[in-house]
């Protein structure tokens, strides 16, 4: 197991820096989040010896258990939220992580500004787009994305980083990478997180800047 996560991650980022040699002038960051939802300490340890840092988790409750102490073994971990936030878990979110890319609502965006000035810590925040305007995803529609930014900074006073999205799974991913890219440059949004362990190579070529991976490194879930 060591050595498949090892392998791996040496050649996701293999692909990652060819992705981005070929995207050109649409060459975004094509930064790694190592999706580590579900999985041990030790699996993560194991990545975490290669000398990455960045990870992503979906649930603050697992996230509690599991980063506090990896954390202080690997200060200069980036952590990012990468899963739906519930307002009464905003306190907990903020202290655990310094991404979260999952504000979606103004409650969620209210929570967060109370937290961050309460908490004296500045984290990077994305607003999660619902791109293909599905019922059962979470996410700001695309059509109400300005109107919700000028919220976030107006009323909450929150500064946003980026954008984040979840293609329909059944679909071609490619359109819905570049109106998340429109969406963010018309926004004058700097960042955008998109594309999976399916996808993550079309989305460096419509200018990702976070790739979010799980399942090509740590392999199939166990749970």
Not at 138 to 149: C, K, N, S
Request: charged fraction near 25%; aromatic fraction near 6%.
């Amino acid at each position: 197991m060591v050595m498949t996560i090892q392998q791996n991650l040496t050649e996701i980022k293999n692909k990652i820096k060819l992705g981005l040699e070929e995207a050109g002038s649409r060459t975004g960051r094509g930064q790694l989040i190592a999706v580590s939802k579900t999985r041990s300490v030790e699996e993560i340890r194991t990545a975490l010896q290669t000398g990455h840092r960045q990870f992503g988790e979906n649930r603050v409750q697992e996230a509690a258990m599991k980063w506090p102490d990896l954390r202080s073994e690997f200060p200069d971990i980036d952590l990012h939220l990468i899963g739906p936030l519930q307002s009464n878990k905003a306190a907990e979110a903020v202290a655990l992580f310094d991404v979260i890319e999952t504000i979606d609502r103004p409650k969620i965006a209210a929570a967060i500004a109370k937290e961050m000035k309460a908490q004296g810590k500045e984290l990077k925040l994305f607003v999660q787009v619902n791109i293909g305007e599905e019922p059962q995803k979470a996410g700001v529609a695309p059509r109400d994305l300005e109107a919700f930014l000028k919220q976030c900074q107006e009323e909450f006073d929150l500064t946003i980083s980026g954008l984040m999205c979840i293609p329909p799974v059944e679909e071609e991913p490619s359109p819905y990478f570049v109106l998340l890219k429109h969406l963010a440059e018309e926004n004058k949004v700097p960042l955008v997180s998109m594309g999976m362990s399916s996808d993550f190579e079309t989305a460096l070529q419509f200018g990702a800047d976070f790739v979010r991976v799980g399942t090509a490194i740590f392999g199939e879930r166990q749970s």
